[in-house]
């Protein structure tokens, strides 16, 4: 796959912060987490953490709030293809 058929991005979430999940702006993305712990909420109300170095896809997932429960920001990468084609081998 060609590199400009990806799009990357970093999203950085502050200390105590809280943001509202927004499928298309996750949409198709394969997530790292760089830097901190990530919370994530479900429509349910179950939390679930994930530390500096978890790599995580929200596809499918019912996810409502990201959260920064710490001290330090954490620091989301992120990368998705610019193009929904099937690739051929």
Request: proline content about 6%; aromatic content about 6%; overall charge neutral.
């Amino acid at each position: 796959m060609d590199a400009d058929r990806l799009r990357r991005w970093t999203r950085t979430l502050s200390p105590g912060e809280s943001r509202a999940f927004r499928t298309a702006e996750w949409a198709d993305a394969l997530v790292v987490v760089e830097h901190g712990e990530l919370e994530i909420e479900c429509g349910s109300g179950r939390h679930a953490r994930f530390p500096s170095g978890s790599v995580l896809t929200f596809a499918g997932l019912p996810i409502r709030y990201l959260h920064n429960r710490s001290t330090t920001p954490v620091v989301l990468s992120a990368v998705t293809r610019t193009t929904t084609e099937q690739e051929t081998p």
